[in-house]
């Protein structure tokens, strides 16, 4: 009997696990599972293999999972919620032979290779080189910045921590906004930004700069609201604009002629928004590397699972330790 591997994708709230046959890469037996629901890494997964029947003689005995902090070390400590482990608690108490933890957006980086082509969504046209390197970028909790390579035998991600690179703005408008965000939290990084907190600070930043009362408290109000009403429309799209500015330059900075693969669960929801977006304008807009820029593929990736994805292509990837 073929044991099936484990592979997951656990953030702060959600732990989201599946099943992969050895040598394939598209996950089954998907469950996401509330992380404050169990005390430990280990329970969660004993009640996922309970559920799905992988247990005794089926159950897996190679496992790599993505977690949404540092992974380098053998202890492991979730950024956003009290789960605490090492490498050799987890492999000893579920009997693996192979235990592989990866940082999660090295796991998107690695999925996006692995996701169909009716799941890409193409913002800008152009010309994908075959042997260049891919950045793959996206706003959620925080901004996630990594790259992949297609090496000679294996994908080589390319971990980086590009969200915490210092705004620049590039107008009047982001000048009174960095001055805004200097006055309250001293410097500013993109990520401070771009992801789901900063797309609520924009927003109050705009209405403070207007002199208007906030009418919205979470980024998915505003989000909604931008259909209606002007400042909410400003900041979604000053929003998109921004991740323009910052993704064509992390592009320049990888030479990411492979292409830009814009992950995270925010930029599939606003599809809509970012033809009526400057994103373009902003991604080409670098003086003498404007043709540069504007003749890389941008593509939002709409698959839901690119980090189950990415974590099976871990699995037995030499390039990934």
């Known amino acids: 009997m073929t044991r099936p591997a484990l592979i997951g994708d656990i953030g702060g709230t959600n732990a989201r696990f599946a099943l992969v046959t050895p040598g394939a890469f598209a996950p089954h037996d998907i469950l996401s599972l509330p992380c404050a629901d169990y005390p430990g890494l280990v329970e969660a997964i004993r009640d996922y293999l309970e559920r799905v029947g992988a247990t005794g003689d089926a159950a897996p005995r190679e496992a790599c999972l993505a977690f949404a902090c540092p992974t380098h070390g053998e202890r492991i400590k979730m950024t956003n919620n009290p789960w605490s482990f090492t490498r050799a608690e987890v492999k000893d108490a579920l009997g693996l032979e192979l235990f592989k933890p990866i940082n999660d957006f090295t796991a998107q980086a690695l999925g996006v290779p692995h996701v169909a082509d009716d799941e890409l969504v193409e913002i800008q046209p152009g010309v994908t080189m075959p042997h260049a390197a891919r950045l793959v970028i996206g706003p959620g909790t925080g901004l996630g910045v990594a790259g992949v390579f297609p090496g000679r035998h294996a994908w080589i991600p390319l ?134 820029n504007a003749d890389i593929p941008v593509k939002v990736v709409t698959a839901p699972w690119t980090g189950l994805l990415g974590a099976a292509e871990a699995l037995h990837n030499e390039e990934v330790e």
């Open 159 to 292: 971990p980086a921590e590009g969200g915490h690179v210092t705004f620049a703005p590039t107008d009047e408008r982001e000048h009174n906004l960095l001055r805004h965000f200097r006055n309250r939290y001293g410097r500013i990084s993109v990520e401070r930004l771009l992801c789901g907190q900063g797309l609520l600070d924009l927003y109050l930043a705009h209405c403070s700069l207007k002199g208007a009362n906030p009418r919205y408290a979470t980024p998915a109000d505003v989000t909604e609201a931008a259909g209606e009403d002007p400042i909410a429309r400003d900041t979604l799209l000053r929003f998109l604009k921004i991740l323009g500015d910052v993704s064509g330059d992390a592009a320049l900075t990888l030479g990411a002629r492979g292409g830009v693969y814009l992950c995270g669960g925010i930029l599939p929801r606003l599809l809509d928004w970012l033809p009526r977006s400057r994103f373009r304008e902003a991604f080409a807009d670098k003086g003498r590397m404007h043709g540069y």
